[in-house]
């Protein structure tokens, strides 16, 4: 009945959305689009305007334009390498758009962090807080959620909450703790996740800050979803539409829709499944974000070869300085020869000891590798059938599908049962043939039991959904 209920609530919303046909750049971006090539036509006779052309990468950044938002950004950051014309904090301001956009960029993989280690050494000596606290949030969800270092990624983002910046800069406040919240949820703290996230909403709605009352209220569905507390889930992602949001406003509709169809997905619910998959489909084809990435590689190839011509110059430099200096270069190699022969004749004279050694330590190898070799075999013999834990029961591998760790220990799932024992992952990946694999800083998944994955979870014929991290490929 509950499930009846919630189709028919869910099909009257579906009624009243926008028409997939609608949905267009021009239908949410319109004025935007307009305004970009007035200013284009505007400054196209006239000097280089650093600030007229940051206004222009600015309105491309909020309508998910990243590709010409980044070369533009990239424009206007050589020409301030050697102008200068913008003062201290826009230029830092310039550094750090620089590194969200192209770490924004879903499908890309080249994110160097250059700029933002540039924005990282300009700030070190700073009175205020303000970069210190910016730069660190940034460093904290790489820690997250590209090295899967949780401990350090959590920390970081802790220790920004006593800055001066985060206490006095309300929109940055409301960043981190939805930052925070996701952290959470990932770590499945599910009522922390609740607390902060509904303290981010609080502030960006008393802020009017739309950008984080939507990333907020994505997030609550996240951590609904994560319950399985289905129309909760659905209820806040219907909040997030009538929200008068219009940064970024694409891809965060895009991000509702597929949380809206992992929801019907849920509770087998085909039809609206079928309409969300549209809707996917559609926001889509309009971000494109795999084909739309040659201006983030044709500008990482001229840095490098920027950073390669650099090289070659210091090279010539080099070789112009040691021609007017030949005859220092000739007395340091001389020296360098009697160096070398002083050092040959020291090593003559301990040669002879140190092969008998190497004969000794030869024969001891082949000792060591032949038992290397048979405690090989006998591990592979054992490991074939079953593990023996610690609690001395056993495991047979035919039937493990997945081990998870909980703190000092670890969690067996078999089709048979469960075994809870002492021990860390990395002992017993050990002990595991190349079947299972690590797909996570906490689990090892038998490959044997994977019905699916996705790019953030494996799900498993048993129905469990298992995290799966960046740092770990199949």
């Given at each position: 009945m509950k499930k009846l209920i919630f189709i028919l609530l869910t099909q009257f919303v579906f009624a009243q959305q926008m028409p997939i046909d609608s949905i267009s750049y021009e239908y949410?971006?319109?004025?935007?689009?307009?305004?970009i090539v007035k200013l284009k036509q505007q400054f196209k006779s006239k000097p280089f305007n650093a600030k007229k052309q940051f206004e222009i990468?600015?309105?491309?950044?909020?309508?998910?334009?990243?590709?010409?938002?980044?070369?533009?950004?990239?424009?206007?950051?050589?020409?301030?390498?050697?102008?200068r014309t913008f003062k201290t904090e826009e230029y830092k301001e310039l550094l750090f758009q620089l590194h969200k956009v192209e770490t924004s960029k879903h499908n890309y993989d080249k994110e160097t962090r250059r700029f933002l280690n540039e924005l990282i050494l300009l700030s070190k000596n700073d009175s205020n807080d303000k970069w210190r606290a910016k730069t660190d949030q940034e460093l904290a969800i790489d820690y997250f959620v590209d090295s899967s270092n949780y401990k350090v990624g959590y920390?970081?983002?802790?220790?920004?909450?006593?800055?001066?910046?985060?206490?006095?800069?309300?929109?940055?406040?409301?960043?981190?703790?939805?930052?925070?919240?996701?952290?959470?949820?990932?770590?499945?703290?599910?009522?922390?996740?609740?607390?902060?996230?509904?303290?981010?909403?609080?502030?960006?709605?008393?802020?009017?800050?739309?950008l984080h009352q939507s990333y907020a209220k994505i997030n609550m569905a996240v951590n609904q979803l994560y319950q399985q507390n289905y129309l909760?889930?659905?209820?806040?992602?219907?909040?997030?539409?009538?929200?008068?949001?219009?940064?970024?406003?694409?891809?965060?509709?895009?991000?509702?829709?597929?949380?809206?169809?992992?929801?019907?997905?849920?509770?087998?619910?085909?039809?609206?499944?079928?309409?969300?998959?549209?809707?996917?489909?559609?926001?889509?084809?309009?971000?494109?974000?795999?084909?739309?990435?040659?201006?983030?590689?044709?500008?990482?190839?001229?840095?490098?070869?920027?950073?390669?011509d650099k090289k070659i110059k210091e090279l010539d430099l080099l070789?112009?300085?040691?021609?007017?200096?030949?005859?220092?270069?000739?007395?340091?190699?001389?020296?360098?020869?009697?160096?070398?022969?002083?050092?040959?004749?020291?090593?003559?004279?301990?040669d002879r000891n140190k092969k008998?050694?190497?004969?000794?330590?030869?024969?001891?190898?082949?000792?060591?590798?032949?038992?290397?070799?048979?405690?090989?075999?006998?591990?592979?013999?054992?490991?074939?059938?079953?593990?023996l834990l610690k609690n001395k029961s056993k495991v047979y591998l035919s039937e493990l599908i997945y081990v998870k760790s909980d703190g000092?220990?670890?969690?067996?799932?078999?089709?048979?049962?469960?075994?809870?024992?002492?021990?860390?992952?990395s002992e017993?990946?050990?002990?595991?043939?190349?079947?299972?694999?690590?797909?996570?800083?906490?689990?090892?998944?038998?490959?044997n039991f994977i019905k699916q994955f996705s790019s953030t979870e494996v799900f498993m014929e048993n129905g469990e959904a298992i995290p799966l991290s960046r740092g770990f490929k199949f």
């Open positions: 949410f971006y319109e004025k935007e689009l307009q305004q990468a600015e309105t491309y950044q909020r309508i998910n334009c990243e590709d010409s938002a980044y070369a533009t950004y990239y424009k206007i950051y050589e020409h301030e390498k050697v102008a920390s970081k983002l802790l220790a920004v909450q006593h800055s001066n910046y985060y206490k006095n800069n309300k929109e940055f406040k409301a960043a981190t703790l939805s930052t925070l919240g996701n952290f959470s949820i990932t770590l499945k703290n599910y009522e922390t996740a609740s607390s902060l996230l509904n303290e981010c909403y609080l502030i960006a709605t008393q802020n009017e800050d739309h909760a889930a659905i209820n806040n992602l219907n909040e997030v539409e009538t929200i008068p949001n219009k940064k970024y406003l694409v891809k965060i509709n895009r991000i509702v829709h597929r949380l809206k169809k992992r929801v019907y997905d849920s509770i087998n619910d085909v039809e609206n499944v079928k309409i969300q998959t549209l809707y996917v489909q559609k926001y889509d084809s309009l971000v494109d974000d795999f084909r739309k990435n040659s201006n983030f590689y044709e500008i990482d190839v001229a840095f490098q070869t920027k950073e390669k070789q112009e300085a040691s021609k007017k200096n030949r005859i220092v270069f000739g007395v340091l190699l001389f020296l360098v020869f009697l160096l070398a022969l002083y050092s040959f004749v020291r090593w003559k004279k301990s008998l050694l190497d004969a000794e330590n030869r024969n001891l190898g082949i000792e060591n590798e032949k038992t290397k070799t048979e405690l090989e075999t006998v591990k592979s013999l054992v490991t074939n059938d079953y593990i000092h220990y670890l969690n067996l799932f078999t089709t048979a049962k469960k075994e809870f024992v002492r021990g860390k992952v017993i990946e050990k002990q595991l043939p190349p079947n299972f694999v690590k797909c996570h800083r906490s689990y090892i998944v038998n490959q």
